[in-house]
């Protein structure tokens, strides 16, 4: 059950270290520079809008 967990960790922690390299090398090839933002490492937005503030 343990190594089970670990096996997930682990498969996410590759999946997302080597989407971050992807997108780099992405990056690189098209001339741009490469960002790394910590707070947002796959750069998911939210699907629906803000809500506004009416007055």
Do not use: D
């Amino acid at each position: 059950m343990l190594t089970n967990i670990s096996y997930i960790f682990l498969i996410s922690a590759l999946l997302i270290f080597g989407g971050w390299a992807f997108k780099a090398l992405i990056s690189l090839a098209q001339g741009q520079p490469v960002e790394i933002n910590l707070k947002n490492p796959l750069n998911l937005k939210p699907r629906w809008p803000k809500e506004t503030k009416e007055k």
